[in-house]
């Protein structure tokens, strides 16, 4: 069983970066994948990216490769998300969820542990 917190969300302007936190709860064990994704009002859930519980095997959306940085200590069992120049289109909730294995990484519905999901705005 994993139990998954995020923080780090907030108000940025265009350009800034901010650093979102999911940290595991310290009875969950085993290897998971994580994976952070995010929803706007009126959208759709979508992928942001993920990584793989070694850390050798990242995914990226094509609209944030090179902008976010997906990392993870576990030691801490706490996974980041970096994001630097950031965009107004990517305001969203950004949720962070684990599975023990998946086959897609990018693919919601193969998370079975979601976090309650924290708030970025990115104002103009």
């Known amino acids: 069983q994993v139990q998954l917190v995020e923080s780090g969300g907030g108000l940025v302007q265009a350009g800034g970066s901010l650093r979102l936190s999911c940290a595991a709860s310290e009875r969950s064990s085993g290897s998971y994948v994580t994976g952070w994704f995010r929803q706007a009002p009126g959208k759709e859930r979508e992928s942001v990216a993920a990584?793989?519980?070694?850390?050798?095997?990242?995914y990226y959306a094509d609209s944030v490769k090179g902008r976010f940085t997906i990392s993870r200590d576990n030691a801490k069992k706490t996974v980041y998300l970096q994001m630097n120049s950031l965009k107004p289109e990517d305001t969203a909730v950004y949720y962070c969820?684990?599975?023990?294995?998946?086959?897609?990484?990018?693919?919601?519905?193969?998370?079975?542990?979601w976090g309650q999901g924290t708030q970025v705005t990115v104002s103009s």
């Open positions: 990584i793989s519980w070694s850390g050798g095997a990242t």
């Open positions: 969820a684990a599975a023990y294995s998946v086959q897609r990484m990018s693919v919601p519905t193969e998370y079975t542990h």
